[in-house]
């Protein structure tokens, strides 16, 4: 039996399908995004790969509120790991910054296409309020958006690799909690 102290230091269902799904879409849009942005020649298929980009990317920001606003409503969970307390702040600063990452992301997206004048379809079933091209304001949003999606991959990584040391090397319950195994 465990105690409730260690009860209600586990992730709930919530917190847990939260993430993977999160986890899931920012993953996968940043792996798209680079691929569309950097790699796809202009053209008409490159036009349908960036609607799709802003679609999916709007959904995103609608369950990063939910996310967001759920992880702020519950607090943080204390750590489960003996790690040094450097890396337990670097940890908790990265927690921070990912979840930062998964509003200003489809934000500063959403804001660049407000300014460029375009409409942005949703899946084709409604569009988002565009406003007056200004050249100067969208280049500003376009490019905190890729400042953005370069930090949150830097900060992914460092994420990762911080979750399958405690795994693998420290062998604490730090990723199985996540998993809902413990
Ligand atoms: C894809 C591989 C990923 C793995 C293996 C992973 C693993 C983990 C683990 C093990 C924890 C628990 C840490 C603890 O309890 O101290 C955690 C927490 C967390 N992860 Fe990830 N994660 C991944 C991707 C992501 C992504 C893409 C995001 C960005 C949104 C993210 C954001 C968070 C946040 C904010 C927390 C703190 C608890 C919460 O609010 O859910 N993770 N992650
Ligand atoms: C979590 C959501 C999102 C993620 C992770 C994401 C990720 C990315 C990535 C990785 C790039 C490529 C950066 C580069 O190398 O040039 C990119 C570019 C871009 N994204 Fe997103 N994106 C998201 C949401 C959105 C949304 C909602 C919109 C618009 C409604 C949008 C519009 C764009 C545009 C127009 C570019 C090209 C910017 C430029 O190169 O000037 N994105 N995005």
New binding site residues.
């Given amino acids: 039996m465990k105690s409730s102290d260690e009860k209600k230091n586990l992730y709930d269902l919530v917190s847990r399908v939260n993430h993977w799904a999160l986890a899931l879409l ?1 993953v996968g ?2 792996v798209f ?2 691929y569309v ?2 790699f796809v020649p202009r053209g008409p298929g490159k036009g349908a790969l ?1 609607g799709l ?2 679609s999916i ?2 959904v ?2 609608v369950l990063g509120i939910w996310r967001v606003g759920w992880r702020l409503a519950q607090g943080f969970k204390r750590d489960t790991g003996t790690s040094p307390l450097w890396q337990h702040r670097v940890a908790r600063a990265a927690h921070v910054l990912l979840l930062a990452g ?1 509003i200003i ?2 934000l500063s ?2 804001t ?2 407000y300014f460029s004048g375009r409409v ?1 379809s949703v899946f084709g079933l409604f569009s ?1 309020p565009v406003g007056e091209k200004t050249e100067s304001l969208a280049e500003i949003a ?1 490019g905190a ?2 400042i953005a ?1 370069y930090s949150i991959s830097f900060v992914l990584i460092l994420h990762v690799a911080g979750a399958l040391k405690h795994h693998f090397i420290d062998r604490d319950a730090t990723l199985k909690r996540m998993l809902g195994k413990s």
């Fill in positions: 920012i849009m940043l995004g680079f942005f950097e960036i980009h802003k990317g709007f995103i920001l998964v992301m489809p997206g959403i660049g296409a942005t988002l376009y958006h890729v999606a």
